[in-house]
């Protein structure tokens, strides 16, 4: 049964190598999606597989890379999205201040 997430990862994730770690632990799981780095120091995930490999995926983002220290990995359902390969993206934009 297909399943896909958004998942957003805190800690020490950020100049550690977490992007390559969490490409290659999706595509050693056969998983579409891409990972990119925010502005607030977190990582966004989406993938979408099989159940049980989006778990085993899940699970190997606790562990991160050495030198990673994941504090949180929240998780939500989502639609999946047409990929058909896992990439990472490049970092996320800073939000734009708003003017008063």
């Known amino acids: 049964m297909p ?5 957003i990862v805190s800690g020490r994730v950020q100049g550690v190598g977490f992007r390559a770690f969490v490409a290659d632990a999706a595509r050693a799981e056969c998983l579409s999606g891409w990972v990119r780095n925010l502005a607030d120091g977190t990582v966004e995930v989406q993938v979408a597989g099989e159940a049980k490999s989006v778990g085993r995926f899940e699970w ?19 639609a999946p ?20």
Request: net charge negative; proline share 9%; aromatic share 4%.
């Open 60 to 78: 190997q983002l606790w562990q991160g890379p050495a030198g990673a220290r994941v504090d949180d990995v929240r998780s939500h359902e989502v």
């Open 81 to 100: 999205a047409p990929d058909t390969e896992f990439t990472i993206r490049g970092d996320a934009a800073p939000a734009e201040p708003h003017s008063t």
């Open 3 to 7: 399943r896909a997430l958004r998942l």
